[in-house]
């Protein structure tokens, strides 16, 4: 997975009906950048046209040959990475914006409350301002002159995200990727919601994974198979962890990612946190008073 490095804003053939454009907005959160996918040979889907960004706007646009035009935009969730760019795309070219809502729409009760409690988002960013021209739903379909794209919600790294099934492959945007596990920062990101999409996504035979950072995912089951345990890991780390006795979720993260660098603690403990969450929901651990970020976890 490291090895994937190409070159931003060049239009590359993964295979017939699917190119794929690097934004030139690499970074921790994001690895090389962001992965842009055209779909089809006439009539365009553009998913995920990516963060604000007038170089790689002009490569989405460089990359129409004769004969096409861009007639989708799909945006798998709203995050600055991922989203932004969308308005200025539809401005460019007139295509609508599909996304499951804005930045809000999709989120559990449990994260709604804890928004309405002043807790604000995390990791990659949010765009607030994100407002689709159309409203995706679970199972709905996009069709094009050569493609049909199948739209799948899939909460979890955040409530509006979604995932489009294309036959046999998805474009799953930071729900999976492979050169790391997906963040999950309340109140954007919900574990509970994140293990379910999983399940979800695990029951179907998919022959690839085209995510939104990172090379295409080869085996997606055994990267979903991957993913699902590693959270049970970490489950198990934070259970274990608290027989010592009670602790905050940021005094958490320190004892567990003993080996992560200092300027991605917030992000581990925003997952750790994310973990709390969903042991509370599932009766195995309480907090100090209102659940809230800073607040005080024991077993119970």
């Not at 040979?41 to 490569?59: F, K, R, W």
């Not at 973990?275 to 651990?285: A, E, N, R, T, W």
Request: hydrophobic share 45%; proline share 8%; charged share 20%.
């Amino acid at each position: 997975m490291l090895a994937f490095n190409p070159e931003p804003g060049v239009a590359v053939e993964l295979e017939p009906r699917v190119r794929r454009i690097l934004a030139p907005n690499p970074s921790p959160m994001t690895f090389r950048g962001t992965n842009t996918y055209l779909v089809g040979t006439v009539d365009l889907a553009v998913i995920d046209p990516g963060p604000d960004s007038a170089p790689h706007l002009e490569a989405i646009l460089a990359a129409i040959k004769p004969g096409q035009s861009i007639t989708h935009i799909c945006v798998t969730h709203a995050h600055l990475d991922h989203s932004p760019l969308a308005a200025a795309l539809s401005a460019k070219t007139g295509a609508p914006i599909l996304a499951f809502g804005g930045p809000d729409a999709g989120r559990s009760v449990v994260m709604q409350k804890l928004a309405e409690t002043g807790l604000a988002g995390g990791g990659e960013g949010v765009d607030v301002n994100f407002a689709p021209d159309i409203l995706m739903a679970d199972g709905d379909l996009i069709d094009g002159t050569d493609w049909t794209l199948e739209v799948i919600h899939t909460p979890g790294h955040f409530g509006n995200h979604i995932a489009f099934a294309f036959s046999d492959m998805c474009f799953v945007g930071d729900h999976v990727m492979g050169w790391a596990s997906s963040l999950v920062s309340p109140p954007d990101g919900d574990l509970t919601d994140f293990m379910a999409s999983c399940e979800k996504l695990r029951a179907r035979p998919w022959r690839v994974f085209h995510a939104g950072h990172g090379a295409p995912i080869e085996n997606p089951a055994k990267r979903l198979d991957w993913l699902m345990a590693h959270r049970k890991s970490r489950e198990a780390e934070i259970l274990l962890t608290l027989k010592r006795g009670p602790a905050t979720a940021k005094a958490l993260a320190a004892l567990i990612y003993k080996d992560t660098p200092a300027a991605l603690l917030p992000a581990a403990t925003r997952n750790v946190f994310a973990h709390l969450v969903d042991l509370q929901g599932k009766s195995q651990v309480s907090s100090s008073g209102d659940l809230r970020a800073e607040a005080v976890f024991e077993l119970l």
